[in-house]
């Protein structure tokens, strides 16, 4: 079973203003995913969806950490952070090898890429940009935009591959 700290998932608010707004909302779905992955054994974070998909809650933490290195380190804060689990000869690494990947390693990783995220944009304004390897310019208020969208997609997913293993259903 994967260790996870207490899932604290708070309800966004209503008419706060716009950072607080886009920063609560993708926390909030932040702690959706890991509320999806809680309780459940090493096997059955593994298990794919519908043959032929891959996709796993493993599979899609890995990515989220992907995903969070990607536009705030990279772009909003212009390092040179090498990929976590994919590479050029395998560029949905994170979703595959998954039988002797280390899921403790999985989810510290995703978490620490979450901590790093929030000190890199608590450095930034919202007007303020970065450039995307291979071309395009991005606000950090666009790229709180693309997380929560990211999330929320993965959210869907990570529910679906939740009620296949083990009923469980919810927001």
Same mark, same amino acid.
Request: aromatic share 8%; net charge negative.
């Given at each position: 079973?994967?260790?996870? +700290? $207490?899932?604290?998932?708070?309800? +966004?608010?209503? +008419?706060?203003?716009?950072?607080?707004?886009?920063?609560a909302m993708l926390d909030y779905h932040r702690a959706t995913l890991a509320m999806k992955c809680e309780g459940l054994s090493d096997e059955q974070l593994r298990t794919a969806t519908v043959p032929p998909s891959e /996709?796993? /809650?493993l599979?899609? =933490?890995?990515?989220? $950490?992907? =995903?969070?290195?990607?536009?705030?380190?990279? =772009?909003?804060? $212009?390092?040179? $952070?090498k990929p976590l689990y994919y590479s050029d000869e395998d560029r949905d690494g994170e979703f595959h090898d998954l039988d002797s990947a280390d899921t403790e390693e999985a989810f510290a990783t995703w978490r620490e890429q979450i901590d790093r995220a929030r000190r890199l944009a608590a450095a930034h304004s919202l007007d303020d940009t970065g450039t995307r390897?291979?071309?395009?310019?991005?606000s950090?208020?666009?790229?709180? =935009?693309?997380?929560?969208?990211?999330y929320a997609r993965h959210n869907g997913h990570a529910d679906l591959i939740r009620e296949r293993i083990d009923g469980v259903t919810g927001e």
């Open positions: 079973m994967t260790t996870m +700290t $207490a899932i604290e998932r708070t309800d +966004t608010p209503t +008419t706060a203003d716009e950072r607080t707004t886009l920063e /996709l796993t /809650l599979g899609l =933490v890995r990515h989220l $950490a992907e =995903v969070e290195c990607g536009w705030f380190r990279n =772009v909003l804060g $212009a390092e040179d $952070a390897r291979g071309g395009g310019t991005y950090l208020r666009w790229i709180y =935009v693309h997380m929560i969208e990211e």
